[in-house]
């Protein structure tokens, strides 16, 4: 039986590992443990990627709820 995606908007930090690394934000429609793997899948190979513990305001949450994303579904955020 698959496991759900859930509906929890967590977010994910990605660095590359070139010499000089660059750094991204991603969100993720996932449960944590999934959404590391999710974005690394959406991310160069090589990239490392950690959970961010923030914790989002409700307004945060309405606002990103405004981009749509479906269960198991990954956003970057701006540079």
């Known amino acids: ?3 759900s995606f859930g509906d929890e908007l967590t977010i994910v930090e990605v660095a590359s590992d070139d010499p000089e690394p ?3 934000l991603w969100l993720a429609l ?9 974005v690394l899948t959406a991310v160069p190979e090589g990239w490392t990627a950690q ?3 923030a914790n989002l305001t409700e307004r ?3 606002l990103f709820r ?4 479906k269960p198991g579904d990954v956003y970057k955020l701006a540079d």
């Open 22 to 24: 660059k750094k991204e």
């Open 66 to 69: 405004e981009v749509k994303l």
């Open 51 to 53: 959970v961010l513990p």
């Open 1 to 3: 039986m698959a496991e």
């Open 30 to 38: 996932a449960k944590p443990d999934q959404a590391l793997t999710l």
């Open 60 to 62: 945060q949450r309405r």
